[in-house]
């Protein structure tokens, strides 16, 4: 089969938070999503695709002796899913040598409708992991945070979860958007409902990404906005009963 080639942001050869054990992470670019907190809007550009399903992964398996048991490639973003025929030759290609490997998804272009189904059940063939972060859990409020509702990417964990494919949940938490009780709450309750969620985790909003907003001349709308406490971290950690996950 000749390869597919995908618009490609860049690599990470030694990936430690992008999945279990350390990762080939790569960030693919094209993102519809418009996030107020992102650090990488650097991506959301689809430029030509440039780079081979093969080539990639060639680069990718000079570091696999760090991979250790658990390691293996990650492609992020950007957002994978809307360059889902190139995910799906590399992580077909990566099987096949038994390679581990992992999506992290906003999961924004999901959709039961054709063709787009059938191309991610094929891609959950070759698949073993998904790491989803959950912007915000009020569809309103979501779409206030990142210009996309949130109704499709919460239908995609339940059908994640009604296949049985594992996911890590991630959520951002900003102060004054998404770390009110009542929305942490109703995201606990929609979590609890899924049983295939092997790991939940508080990422805590961030600045670093922003002088990336300032050189691309883009208005940065959370100026001011503080990373929050520990205590607030540690309250959305209890309510979200990070806890009672285990480890992938």
């Keep these: 089969m000749s390869p597919v080639k995908g618009s490609i942001h860049s690599v990470e050869t030694f990936g430690s938070v992008d999945g279990p054990g350390v990762r080939f992470v790569i960030f693919l670019k094209g993102c519809a999503m418009r996030c107020k907190y992102c650090h990488n809007p650097d991506t959301w550009e689809m430029t030509t695709a440039d780079t081979s399903s093969e ?28 360059q889902i025929d190139f995910v799906i030759d ?12 992992t999506i992290d998804t906003s999961g924004n272009p999901f959709t039961r409708e054709e063709p787009f189904f059938s191309k991610f059940q094929q891609l959950m063939e070759v698949t073993d992991l998904l790491l989803v972060d959950i912007k915000h859990i009020d569809d309103a409020c979501h779409l206030a945070l990142t ?102």
């Design 55 to 82: 080539e990639l992964l060639k680069k990718a398996l000079r570091y696999r002796s760090y991979w250790g048991e658990k390691g293996g490639i990650t492609v992020s973003g950007g957002e994978p899913l809307l």
């Design 147 to 248: 210009k996309q509702h949130n109704t499709n990417i919460l239908d995609m964990l339940k059908y994640l979860d009604e296949i049985q494919k594992p996911v890590w949940i991630r959520h951002v938490l900003v102060p004054g958007i998404n770390d009110q009780e009542i929305y942490l709450m109703n995201l606990s309750k929609f979590i609890q409902q899924l049983h295939n969620v092997k790991r939940v985790e508080i990422l805590p909003y961030h600045t670093l990404g922003v002088y990336k907003w300032k050189e691309l001349g883009i208005p940065y709308e959370l100026e001011g906005v503080e990373s929050p406490d520990q205590a607030s971290i540690e309250k959305a950690r209890k309510i979200l009963q990070c806890d009672q996950y285990q480890d992938y």
């Design 90 to 101: 590399l992580f077909t290609r990566a099987k096949k040598l038994g390679i581990h490997t």
